[in-house]
């Protein structure tokens, strides 16, 4: 069995910052991408970073400049850090990676269960 899990979330004000970190546990034998998504109520999952096996970063438009996708491979665990956070950064975030398991040859998608995000003063 092999699981995300998201940790780190909570409340933050505006112009704060939040570090989320996602963590495989189980029987994993290698994590390839990993990526943050993030979900408002009512409206569809975004993307909002990624990372490859080798450290090569994507960013949606909307987080550029303010946060930081990093992972953590020895410890199969991802990081976002989150600077300068705005209001319209509340949302459920999620963890996503291709994980190969340790009882198969081929890797497999997998969510975490979300990490509620919340910008407010």
């Known amino acids: 069995q092999v699981q995300l899990v998201e940790s780190g979330g909570g409340l933050a004000q505006p112009g704060g910052s939040l570090t989320l970190r996602c963590a495989a546990s189980g029987n994993v034998f290698r994590i390839s991408d990993m990526g943050w998504y993030r979900q408002v109520l009512g409206k569809q999952r975004e993307l909002v970073a990624t990372i490859t096996r080798d450290s090569s970063t994507t960013y949606a438009d909307s987080v550029k400049g303010r946060f930081t996708i990093s992972r953590d491979d020895p410890n199969n665990a991802g990081y976002l850090q989150m600077t300068s956070l705005k209001s319209e950064d509340t949302a459920v975030y999620y963890c996503?990676?291709?994980?190969?398991?340790?009882?198969?040859?081929?890797?497999?998608?997998?969510w975490g269960q979300g990490t509620q995000v919340t910008v407010s003063s």
């Open positions: 996503n990676a291709d994980i190969t398991p340790g009882w198969s040859v081929r890797s497999r998608n997998y």
